[in-house]
């Protein structure tokens, strides 16, 4: 199987920052990477896929980029509904795998 | 809209069985892959099974494999997990997720989960 690792595990940032998330990959997954936000109590929700394209309905201060092995999930311009924990999943081979999550808290 | 309604979960002795339902509605169910991911108390997400379309193809992750079978009824619009021989450690939140149309595997529609519990 395929090993995801977030980083970090949670960070504090503060409304208007800028942060971004790390997601490495144990084997070259090419951009077959894709991105989910998880709310307390809620189910996770669909922000990228594809590495780096943004899914429908999705705000555009969400990014992603990364290829091979190495990506990121770029917020730019925090905002309060955005404080949450982030997971990546590699959609490269089955079964598909996720990261640890990493949480966002509000400084 | 796209729905995805689970059922089923509770609290189940070690070694007891449960079977979980997905109702689905808003979208042709019967042409997407369609999935269960489980997410323990506290932890992050970890992928259960899949099923094709048509049901003729299954997968299962190693740790549930032997013990738990997914299925679907097509006529229903209606997706399961039939989990047997519990133990402690299958208690999570269950999600059944859809599958995209095309492409590699992405979950772009949840349910709002169903939590199984394995305790004596």
């Not at chain 1, 980083?7 to 951009?31: E, F, M, N």
């Not at chain 2, 097509?74 to 059944?96: I, W």
């Not at chain 2, 997720?97 to 004596?120: C, H, I, K, M, Y």
Request: with cysteine; glycine share 10%.
């Amino acid at each position: 199987d395929i090993q995801m690792t977030q980083s970090p595990s949670s960070l504090s940032a503060s409304v208007g920052d800028r942060i971004t998330i790390t997601c490495r990959a144990s084997q070259s997954i090419s951009t077959y990477l894709n991105w989910y936000q998880q709310k307390p109590g809620k189910a996770p929700k669909l922000l990228i896929f594809g590495a780096s394209s943004l899914q429908s309905g999705v705000p555009s201060r969400f990014s992603g980029s990364g290829s091979w092995t190495d990506f990121t999930l770029t917020i730019s311009g925090l905002q309060p509904e955005d404080f949450a924990t982030y997971f990546c999943q590699q959609s490269f081979n089955v079964p598909p795998t996720f990261g640890q999550g990493t949480s966002v808290e509000i400084k | 809209e796209v729905q995805l309604v689970e059922s089923g979960g509770g609290l189940v002795q070690p070694g007891g069985s449960l079977r979980l339902s997905c109702a689905a509605s808003g979208f042709t169910f019967s042409s997407h892959w369609m999935h269960w991911v489980r997410q323990a108390p506290g932890k992050g997400l970890v992928w259960v099974s899949r099923i094709r379309p048509d049901g003729t193809t299954t997968n299962h992750a190693d740790s549930v494999k032997g013990r738990f079978t997914i299925s679907r009824d097509n006529a229903k619009n209606t997706l399961y997990l039939q989990m047997n021989s519990l133990r402690v450690e299958d208690t999570a939140v269950y999600y059944c997720a859809r599958d995209r149309l095309n492409g590699p595997t992405l979950f772009d529609s949840w349910g709002q989960g169903t939590l199984v519990a394995v305790s004596s």
